[in-house]
């Protein structure tokens, strides 16, 4: 028997736990574009409430508490920091908002054409060879198979096995590129911490739904580095011009040591490229589209698409003469291009890298 137990209804109780997951929301937010400045984060909350934009019976200080509580930051160094478990949190809850904002049924395309081992059932069938699982078995078209075999009667023999062919998942192995040049913040308007939130999400997704697929995180500015997932919360744009090729250069050097069947480069940029190596020396030029930097560039897209790596480039802006470039590196490469905003960013990438592991994308 089942019992249901009825209590008096807790409005406070409940107002709290909303007040709570508002506050996190937005403490999550912040503490992204100031990137990963705890103490900084908690500043602009009190000056949002003393503005009349956050509630004034928001308890702030009760909110920091609840915070150092859960040990999602931490006053170890003296001031306030966040934790391990205060990192691991953003890349789940960032995750969730994302996939929330897609539609439904985009979550979960792991596939490619060719028919393998594991996967999801196809309705087409084969004769079932010695040591395959037999879970697969079709039962339908076995049965079927004894009975033309041995008319009336219901012997199944070896040979009248049939087993579903099945969608072959396959792996992936991507590199992310962000541009932290100062145009990614120019004119105050913020793209950097809505690609940061891509970077984090996308990390968490493969962490724990598809462990066998790679992500490489890459800033580039004035030049292109590798960083760890752990660091993105503290990175910003800074006064750096865009150095394109550096940046596809650096990805596809990872990548060409990977033996995933599917390996892409995921390119959000707002800007052009404006700088390029040379002679050990940054050449750069941030007015308008310099001739050199942009031959050098798309030889890189070139020599990538020689590697079977897949550029998919993001494009912040609508530009005509940037929009241009683009669509010209897209064809060189045979990649990709979307031209996004940065609130619209998040669904864009992730819609993209579930559907293209449908196939292998290598030329």
């Known amino acids: ?33 100031a990137n990963g400045d705890v103490e900084r984060t908690l500043q602009y909350m009190k000056r949002l409430q003393q503005k009349g934009y956050l509630d004034p019976k928001a308890d702030l200080e009760r909110f920091r508490r609840s915070l150092e509580d859960e040990k999602i930051i931490s006053q170890e160094h ?24 897609l539609r439904r049924g985009a979550f979960g395309e792991h596939r ?26 079709d039962v339908q078209r076995t ?10 009667e219901l012997r ?10 099945r969608e072959h998942q396959t792996s992936c192995a991507t590199v992310l590129l962000l541009d932290i040049s100062h145009s990614m913040i120019l004119y105050g308007e913020d793209r950097i911490t809505p690609a940061k939130k891509v970077a984090l999400a996308m990390a968490e997704l493969i962490q724990t739904k598809y462990p066998k697929d790679a992500l490489h995180v890459c800033l580039f500015g004035d030049d292109a580095v590798e960083v760890s ?31 995933h069947p599917n390996r892409q480069v995921f390119m959000i940029t707002d800007g052009k490229p404006s700088a390029i190596h040379e002679n050990g020396k940054l050449y750069k030029n941030p007015f308008g589209l310099d001739r050199k930097i942009v031959a050098r560039t798309l030889e890189e897209a070139a020599t990538c698409r020689r590697n079977n790596i897949v550029i998919t480039t993001f494009m912040l802006t609508e530009d005509p003469t940037l929009v241009d470039f683009v669509n010209t590196l897209t064809q060189v490469n045979r990649g990709r291009a979307y031209f996004s905003s940065a609130e619209n960013l998040g669904g864009s990438v992730f819609v993209d890298y579930l ?8 030329h």
């Open 1 to 33: 028997m089942i019992a249901f137990r009825y209590e008096a209804f807790d409005a406070e109780f409940l107002r709290r736990i909303k007040e709570l997951a508002s506050l996190m929301a937005l403490f999550q937010h912040l503490l992204l574009q």
């Open 78 to 101: 003296g001031f306030p920091t966040l934790t391990r478990k205060g990192e691991a949190m953003i890349r789940r809850d960032t995750l969730d908002r994302i996939f929330n904002n």
């Open 112 to 137: 490619t054409p060719q028919a393998g081992e594991g996967g999801e059932r196809l309705p087409e069938t084969r004769p079932y060879a010695f040591g395959e699982d037999v879970s697969g078995i």
């Open 143 to 152: 049965l079927h198979n004894s009975l033309l075999r041995t008319g009336a």
């Open 156 to 165: 199944i023999g070896e040979q009248d096995l049939e087993v579903n062919e």
């Open 229 to 259: 997932v752990a660091r993105l919360p503290y990175v910003g744009a800074g006064p750096y011009h865009t150095n394109t090729r550096a940046a596809l250069q650096l990805a596809r050097r990872i990548l060409v040591k990977k033996k």
């Open 355 to 362: 559907r293209n592991r449908k196939k292998k994308i290598g």
